[in-house]
């Protein structure tokens, strides 16, 4: 079959990467794609925004399966659009019905399913610019670190964490009244702060049956240590050490299957990708948030472990027969270090020629490109986040030490990356 990936992130790479892998996989098209895809797969420059631009397409190319990368044309509804369109009947949408985006496209919404469907998360409140009295009010309630989310999409910049307690107030106002986060922060829910350390969970669902897929632990913040601003993710590692059988199981359990049958009890058409952000507090396991699509940079490591065949498991989802597959894992570990433009995620400049490339080892470490272009057969910087180094081996150590040996053999101005990716995996 034709088919046809959406993005052009290192998540959409190694998307690409899996599906190429398969037999099923007739053609490959990305749009609008970056220099990794444009070697493996046809780049198509299209506006995925484009409801219109994407069908008259998959029409041209004979797309038999639409793969969704990114949240915005999820929750914008473009699952729906083919559901309704005619002559698409037989097109495969890999990617949740806007009802189901709603689970990421309002802090808001997920809480109130999470509180519907009895799933463990953060106590919280939510705030407009008409109840921000109550807002202030609320975070007197509570004791520091405080937690502000804006409601909406905010390209993953919307959550504060503050210690003091008149800077919350004064960033809640901001984020209110200022428009600190544009529409996204029309609302902001404030919730208590959960002590604990951080890791996804991914999950294959057709509404119905699932599949838990590799879980993962990313680095978002752009300093040693985890210090300084929030990023896209500087880094991951897979599977995370500290969440063991016992704690899994309880993640299935509590999460998972809860979350699984509230979809399907409130009629909600999801056929995709669930991320899960979880917080380990103690020996349980806490939700964060929902995303509606996989991670970045964390499918550069949840894919590559994968060894089932990922074109079958997608045809399986789109016919909600899921409970007919089979998922395997391979046992090793897998790290990835993402590379960033100097000065993300602030200001950065872009086009700048990344060389040596061919000099990084393919049979030890897999490259995902995420912010470069190809002009004129020279591979270009065109974003904060560059390219990841992804690494399988026995143990995360030594993918980790793996991938930063690829990363030595390259080089761009100004290029950036932490060396510390798992250095909290060892308390």
């Known amino acids: 079959m034709n088919i046809l990936v959406l993005g052009s992130g290192g998540r959409e790479h190694a998307l690409s990467q899996k599906l190429v892998e398969s037999q099923q996989c007739d053609q490959l098209f990305v749009a609008p794609g970056n220099a990794g895809t444009s070697q493996i797969a046809k780049n198509l420059s299209l506006d995925i925004s484009n409801f219109e631009e994407v069908a008259t397409t998959i029409k041209e190319k004979n797309i038999s399966m639409l793969v969704v ?38 802090k808001e919404r997920a809480k109130v399913f999470m509180k519907a469907h009895d799933i463990p998360t953060a106590k919280y409140e939510s705030f407009t610019a008409e109840t921000i009295d109550e807002g202030f009010a609320f975070l007197e309630q509570l004791n520091a670190p405080y937690v502000l989310k804006a409601d909406g999409l905010a390209a993953g910049k919307g959550v504060l964490i503050l210690n003091d307690l008149e800077e919350a107030k004064q960033e809640l106002k901001a984020m209110l009244t200022e428009h600190k986060f544009g529409e996204a922060s029309n609302t902001v829910v404030i919730e208590e702060f959960l002590d604990g350390i951080e890791l996804s969970v991914f999950v294959l669902t057709d509404g119905k049956n ?70 380990k507090v103690g020996e349980n396991p806490f939700v964060v948030e929902y995303n509606v699509r996989m991670g970045d940079p964390e499918t550069e490591v949840v894919m590559p472990r994968i060894q089932s065949d990922l074109v079958e498991l997608l045809t399986l989802t789109a ?26 995620p602030e200001s950065y400049e872009k086009g700048k020629q990344i ?20 002009v004129e057969e020279k591979i270009l910087s065109s974003g904060g986040r560059v390219i990841a180094f992804t690494s399988l081996d026995k143990d995360y150590k030594t993918a980790i030490k793996t991938s930063y040996e690829g ?17 909290d995996l060892e308390k």
């Open 69 to 106: 990368g990114p949240e915005q044309p999820l929750v914008d509804g473009i699952t729906d659009y083919f559901d309704k369109k005619e002559g698409f009947e037989h097109l495969m949408v890999i990617g949740p019905s806007q009802r189901g985006a709603e689970l990421e496209g309002s």
């Open 407 to 423: 990363i030595k053999k390259i080089c761009f101005e100004d290029m950036y990356f932490r060396t510390d990716i798992g250095f």
């Open 355 to 374: 060389m040596g490339l061919q000099n990084v080892d393919s049979s030890k470490t897999t490259v995902f490109h995420a912010g470069t272009k190809l």
């Open 210 to 279: 699932y599949l838990t897929l590799p879980n993962a632990k990313d680095y978002k913040r752009i300093g040693e240590g985890d210090t300084g601003l929030n990023t896209g993710g500087m880094g991951a590692v897979s599977p995370v050490p500290f969440a063991d059988q016992a704690f899994m199981d309880k993640v299935d359990n509590s999460i998972i299957k809860p979350t699984i049958d509230g979809l399907s009890k409130e009629n909600i058409d999801y056929k995709g990708f669930v991320f899960i952000g979880l917080m």
């Open 319 to 344: 016919q909600q027969k899921l409970n007919e597959a089979t998922l395997e894992i391979t046992a090793d570990a897998a790290a990835t270090v993402m590379v960033v433009s100097g000065g993300y």
